[in-house]
């Protein structure tokens, strides 16, 4: 008798067993067809992640069958000497770059150039001076420390012209670029003889305008471009890009911030 109670214990025991090893596997059934219908989370944030670095890349990089010199363009649109520094694209606090004094001949001050690029500097000047023309530097690379002071001083004097402070804080930024949004802060834009709307009267501005792409160089404010750069027209600054890039600038009539985007676009016009 006993060992039939054992038995029918043990039947009653496997049955319960069986029971609980079904009920477990519609469980994971379950699960599983509720994953495949809505899809993993995990999945889902790989899918975000992909969508998010697809859509940040240039859009030539999306297109299959992109050229070698759609592609070179849009490599070239990333390089130290395109960068692009306005009041949208502002400058790294730690950003310092390798410094040398301009050639002294053309450089009163003692004033300093992005060493990468400061021999075009020194030839343009040069070459200048043997076509009778003075190119004098009277600013090239400022610290953020230097941009503020100035853009501070400027404001102050338009408030005592009789402007608003939130009016001159505004007027003042179309003059002298804010802290951190001047080429200057870069090291690779040079202002030449005067800050003066009249140098554009001037043989020196003359001969920069028909000479400057030969040593890399760019008007960098021009007349017809302020809309675009927020900066008034300014003469006297230039901006080093490459011979290259400069040549193509004045052939496209395109101020930087359309050309980077252009480089970015493969080459190509940017819809506006």
């Given amino acids: 008798m006993a060992y039939e109670r054992i038995q029918r214990g043990y039947k009653r025991g ?29 999945q889902k944030d790989r899918d975000t992640a ?26 070239e649109a990333g390089q130290w000497y395109l960068k692009l520094v306005n009041q949208d694209n502002k400058l790294d606090q ?7 004094v301009i050639e002294a001949r053309y450089n009163p001050n003692r ?20 076509d009778g023309v003075s190119l004098v530097v009277i600013s ?3 610290s953020i420390s230097k941009q503020t002071t100035l853009y501070n001083n400027k404001v102050d004097r338009l408030v005592a012209q009789g402007q608003s402070r939130e009016d001159a804080l505004v007027a003042a930024a179309t003059e002298v670029a804010l802290p951190g949004t001047s080429e200057h802060n870069l090291g690779l834009a ?13 043989k020196a501005c003359k001969w920069l305008k028909e000479n400057a792409e030969k040593y890399g160089f760019v008007n960098r404010f021009p007349a017809d471009k302020q809309e675009l750069t927020k900066i008034i027209y300014e ?13 193509k600038m004045n052939e ?7 050309y980077v985007p252009y480089l970015q676009n493969g080459g190509r016009p940017v819809a506006q």
Wanted: proline share 3%.
């Fill in 14 to 42: 496997g049955n319960t067993a069986v029971i609980i090893m079904i009920a477990l596997i519609a469980v994971l059934l379950v699960a599983v067809i509720v994953l495949l219908a809505v899809g993993s989370p995990f």
């Fill in 50 to 75: 992909e969508t998010s670095s697809v859509s940040s890349a240039p859009a030539v990089s999306q297109e299959q069958g992109a050229t070698e010199d759609q592609l070179k363009a849009v490599a």
């Fill in 94 to 100: 730690d950003h310092n770059p390798e410094l040398q």
């Fill in 111 to 130: 004033l300093k150039f992005d060493v990468r690029a400061i021999d075009a500097l020194n030839q343009m000047c040069a070459d200048a001076e043997k």
């Fill in 140 to 142: 090239a690379y400022r």
């Fill in 190 to 202: 040079v202002d030449f003889n005067s800050t003066e709307q009249d140098f554009e009267n001037t």
């Fill in 235 to 247: 003469p006297w600054h230039y901006r080093y890009v490459t011979v290259e890039h400069a040549a």
């Fill in 252 to 258: 496209l009539n395109m101020c930087l911030e359309e």
